[in-house]
């Protein structure tokens, strides 16, 4: 394709999404900017080798405000969400899909850097992009791109699940909380500390497979990654539906101090925001030391620390537990405690 056609004034249009010609070279921008983690041959559906006994496979869509931020954008979120989902119950990520609705008005050299960091993401956590769909509509109808992303992965060693977790279990978390929410909101809110506090989004499936590789399997239960509702949803999942107390030490809980300035600015808790990089694991206390020591070997889990524990306490709650040793009931959010991010 003349990639030439589309300069800097260049936008998407309605006929976009007619089917017809300006159809035909949109998707052949798109493959042409995918490149070579693009494995789609032009059929209606993908044809894949799959080996093994199972797969995993999950869905997400992903409707980012603002979709276009400091360090990445909806394009690096939308792979790094898919395949974190698949990662963190044990599977091997492999193929993703890749939906698009895209709003008229939608300058060509904004989809091209989404583009971009679809095929950058994807390269670095070894997934190729096997099918997809474009849909095109009017301004006003979508906030300028949305996607949606289903993944599939194959099992190597036995699934992660909850009702693996036990209590003595220890909690670990492998890096800062609330970044990703400080962020896009300064970004959003003109706040000014987005150039201080990254989003930690990033693939997390070779940190995982670090950690797989350091200890026998089975000492890893569970993993969760923090996305919405933050590491208290999370925390709040697992007790209940372990039938446990999960308590959690609040000074140890790893907050950039930037971030903590901005949260309390705007009296958010930490627990409750939202995170693209960052993941919850309960472990065997025989493995803890050597998860930590495989977290923190891996760029993306260099601040990994315990947190707490799953108590044997037969009551569904999570405490926090503060420096002089006096705990407090974390209560679960009714609803959102901020404007929607992702």
Known sequence: MDRSKYDNSSEIVLDHGSG??????LVSLIVETLGDVYLGEMEDSAMLPIEGGRIAMTTDSFVVDPPFFGNGDIGKIAVCGTVNDLAVVGSKPLYLTLGMILETGLPMERLVRVLTSIRETAREAGVRIVCGDTKVVRKGEADRIYLNTAGVGVFEREPLRMGRVRPGDRVILSGPIGNHTVHLLSIREGLGFEQRVLSDCAPLNGLLETVFGRVEEGMVRSVRDVTRGGLAAVLHEYADALGHTVRVDQETLPIQPETAMAMDMLGIDPIHTANEGCLCLFVAPAAEE???????????????????????RADPLVLLRDRAG???????????????LC
């Open 290 to 312: 050597r998860v930590l020591a495989a977290l923190r070997s891996h760029r993306y889990g260099n601040r990994a620390v315990t947190i707490g524990e799953v108590t044997g």
């Open 20 to 25: 017809a010609q300006l159809s035909h070279e």
């Open 326 to 340: 006096r705990e407090s009931v974390l209560e679960e959010l009714r609803g959102a405690e901020l404007p929607r």
